[in-house]
């Protein structure tokens, strides 16, 4: 396996499969099937998900909500699906920890780092809710913050895209996609990878992240095997 330990940051809308809104089963199981594979490879995994299948704080706000309050909702979206996907993988004997930025004592483990790195390291499946815990913060930013807290090797970002594009591949008929890219590119071409406070901060802390298309079965062990799967942005 390429990497030790990662960090794997899935979007809440990927979790709707083919619904307009909420948690597809049979998506979720494919997600923990090939969580499941990774972790039987001795890979230690940790995994950040979104909320904007169930609520995006942003829109809210944009609605009228007051943002901190929505963004309090958007938090407990993400720990909703933290436990739809701790579920899931416990069905199929993984052994799994949540663990949340807001205290929810009664069904999650708050985030306490160090028990997080020994969770790893017993080859648990830790799963991080609630965001930063933080309004005006995204998930994008929960994850890279996390992954440098458990010195992670790597974030991978999983999305419906095959990789990191010179425009966007559904719009445009003629982008083309990177196999590589340097941080600094992404800043001067403009590309989106993640919000700027998540970007530069994986940038300043020199923590690589991959995009790669998560829908596609099998992808996740093969980018962990050394394929060329998605584009790697690196110094």
């Not at 619904?19 to 998506?27: F, L, P, S, V």
């Not at 913050?145 to 999983?158: F, M, S, T």
């Not at 406070?197 to 093969?222: C, H, R, W, Y």
């Amino acid at each position: 396996m390429s990497y030790k330990r990662i960090l794997l940051k899935l979007s809440g809308e990927a979790l709707m499969g083919e619904q307009q809104y909420g948690i597809d089963a049979n998506r979720l199981a494919e997600y923990a099937q090939e969580i499941k594979e990774v972790v039987e490879k001795g890979v230690e995994v940790a995994i950040v998900i979104g909320g904007g299948n169930i609520f995006r704080g942003l829109t809210g706000a944009n609605n009228g909500m007051d943002r901190v309050q929505g963004d309090h909702m958007g938090m407990l979206a993400t720990i909703i699906n933290g436990l739809a996907l701790q579920s899931a993988l416990e069905n199929i004997e993984v052994q799994t920890r949540l663990q949340t930025a807001i205290k929810i004592n009664e069904v999650a483990e708050p985030f306490i780092r160090r028990r997080a790195i020994r969770h790893l390291e017993k080859g648990r499946v830790v799963i991080f809710g609630g965001g930063t815990g933080n309004p005006y913060f995204t998930t994008d930013s929960a994850a890279v913050l996390r992954a440098i807290e458990i010195e992670a090797d790597v974030i991978l970002k999983g999305t419906r895209v095959d990789g990191i594009y010179t425009s966007d591949p559904e719009k445009d008929k003629n982008a083309t996609k990177f196999d590589t890219i340097s941080f600094n590119d992404v800043l001067t071409k403009g590309l989106k990878v993640m919000d700027t406070t998540a970007f530069t901060l994986s940038q300043e802390n020199e923590l690589p992240i991959v995009v790669f298309d998560m829908n596609t079965k099998g992808n996740l062990i093969k980018l962990l095997s050394g394929e060329n799967i998605g584009t790697v942005v690196n110094l």
